[in-house]
């Protein structure tokens, strides 16, 4: 009998972080309990497949030896595979779907050598008749393919992530903030429709802004502080990152701190006040907690209106393009950065509840949703490919 079930892996490995998911989608299942006219709709895979096992791994290109990404992808494969073989009874085979971002970590000279060498540490571990990469125009290519045009999936982890919330608001503006960056990613007719393509133009056109909940240094964000009735300018060393602040004002938990901290030493709340005193070149001898209190949430105020500015040149911008109020634009929000970031800045802009959407995947999923979401397109394309489907 055919097989009528697939798995697929979805990875997105970023320079820091790698995220994977395992989705499992049981074809005949699907065709029996979707309506004809929904089953090319993502939505519908979406309520529909199995998330079996997902999760990240951080691995920091820059600081670690680059071959041994390779043990990440081993320990990657055998778990899912462990996983299917609990699911489905006797070994089963699985595509792998791949998104990248890593190739813009300095590990790497060029583009095109980290397209490539990360090409090659897949076919390592994983048959290479069974990959794909995403570009940016969201098309599936082989290794050779993705090697022989790198540009076109570097740095395309949002494609599809804009491509499956798109779908569900057709109109409105993609707002996806992690641990390192912010994408905002305009929604037209359920497609993105970016100006830019590259992290250079998205960069240019403010479709993506480099700040995030986790990774981003202190004095990316602000140069100096309230401190004892003054203003005082900081120190520009990596003595702390946005993690700390968040930790120190309760907004992440020590789970949710998932890089490594400016010191080496660990993530309690007790050090993250140690580390963001040294900003100020204190220690907790010198600065009182309190004072350190002020500092996290003056900083925190900074960076939502770094963001808030980013927001606002994103709505002015996608209104002149399409003509249309503010008052009709639908905000997909998802990301670590979600409820923390996002949400409050768009209710400091006023918009209202009917305009925010955050629903559809669970708190955890939402951290690992361009791997997922990649894993949805992917499941849509074998439909077509199997001609389960026949798209509209």
Known sequence: ??????????????????KFSLLFLDFEKYIEETEEEDRHFYKSILASYENLYFSTIYFPFWMKQKQDFILVLRKIKKSIEDKINKHIKGKSEYLIVVTITAELSDAFNTKKEGISEICEHLTEVFDETKIRLINIDSEFLTITEAKADYLSVSASNWVATSMVFGEREKLGILLDMGSTTLDLIPIKDGRPVTIGKTDVERLLNYELLYTGILRAPIPSIVHSVPFRNSKCPISFERFAIMADIYRILGLIDEQDYTCDTADGRGKS??????RVSRMLCGDLMLIKLEEIDEIASYIYKSQKNMVKDSIVFAIDQFVRRFV?????????????????????????????DRQIILKGLSKKEHLISSALCLGIVFLKKRMEDREIISIK
Not at 9 to 15: K, Q
Not at 269 to 274: G, L, R, V
Not at 325 to 346: D, E, M, Y
């Open 324 to 352: 249309i109020p503010t008052s009709r634009i639908k905000f997909n929000i998802t990301g670590l950065g979600a409820n923390i970031v996002i949400i409050p800045v768009l209710k400091e802009l006023y918009i209202s």
């Open 1 to 18: 009998m055919k097989k009528n079930y697939e798995f697929i892996l979805s990875l997105d490995i970023g320079g820091a972080n790698t």
């Open 269 to 274: 709340p007790e050090e993250c006040y140690a």
